[in-house]
């Protein structure tokens, strides 16, 4: 009987399941730095427009991508569609804007990077190949509609720089 009951114990023990989640945890940190360079600036040519052209009172605004892991990121720039703010406007207003490369640290390995650039409406994606810095400057230029004058106020708009990982 004691045979029986030790046995019985022991096969108990035996098929008793105890489980642990351990956890494992890491950080990552991007490869992929954006700064803003040079904040932009609307000028006002006339009373229907606001533009970024240094001629008509403007300042473009340059944004800066370093990156210390090539072939892993694509820089995409979008240009603004709409205000983030202004005073009540009178009428639709039309959006124009493109991005180009206007400076790099590695003149080799970062020269093709307008020719090889996509747009997609009002973005523009550059793949980052090489590490370094690349300074990529936008225009941005807005005109009421029906040539209205835009009311006196203060008006913003911002360029969004993404990095996306491949």
Do not use: H
Not at 4 to 22: D, Q
Not at 98 to 119: L, N, P, R
């Amino acid at each position: 009987m004691f045979k029986k009951i030790l046995i019985g114990m022991f096969t108990l023990c035996a098929t008793s399941v105890y489980a642990a989640e351990v956890p494992i945890t890491g950080s990552v940190e991007s490869r992929c730095v954006i700064t803003t360079d040079t904040p932009g600036v609307y000028g006002n040519p006339n009373a229907y427009t606001l533009t970024t052209t240094p001629a008509d009172g403007g300042v473009k605004p340059v944004v800066r991508f370093d990156v210390t892991l090539a072939n892993a990121y694509y820089a995409q720039i979008t240009t603004p569609t709409s205000f983030d703010s202004s005073p009540s406007l009178n009428d639709t207003v039309t959006w124009t804007g493109s991005t180009t490369v206007s400076a790099v640290s590695d003149a080799t390995g970062m020269a093709g990077y307008e020719t090889a650039k996509t747009t997609f409406g009002s973005t523009t994606q550059y793949d980052l190949t090489a590490t370094g810095s690349t300074w990529f400057e936008s225009s941005s230029t807005a005109t009421n509609g029906g040539s209205k004058a835009f009311p006196g106020g203060n008006y913003v708009a911002n360029v969004e720089a993404v990095c996306v990982a491949k």
